[in-house]
């Protein structure tokens, strides 16, 4: 969604934001599906010229879990904090996001801030279990009956000593 700002392009004063985001799809393998739109909120804020976006975005994505493969549903809130300009003075500093006349992308800043807000390893539960590496069962669901796990670090450890 585009954001008009004009009412706060070259005056103090405020934009208050509340709509919904529809994500396409994302750089992040681990994200299944959308199955519903994101919401973004929050306002923008002309102070001393300097206009800054300040709010958050909620969103439901259909997760896939790193280590045992499960699909599964996670609420996520993240930061929507950017600066605004008219132009980059500072390219380093990618917080700051270019106006396009008196709009800015909102569909963009909220897509970077989904990709950026993103833990690298998704979990379905901080104890997720995995799966076994002998039979391939997720561990979740209960023992799969190949036995005692082999400890992996113990493995190693073996493998240290008969070298
Ligand atoms: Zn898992
Ligand atoms: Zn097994």
Known sequence: MRLDLHTIIADPGRVDFDCDIVFEGTAVPSVV?????A???GSVINSAGVLTMAGTLSVKPVLTCDRCGREFERELVFPLDAVLAAELQDVENPDIFLL?????DLDEIAADAFVLGMESKILCSE???GLCPRCGRSLNDGPCGCGAEPDS???VLGQLLSD
């Open 33 to 37: 599906a959308f199955p519903a739109p």
């Open 39 to 41: 919401r973004a909120e």
């Open 100 to 104: 396009d006349g008196d709009c800015v």
């Open 127 to 129: 104890d997720c279990k």
């Open 153 to 155: 670090r113990l493995a």
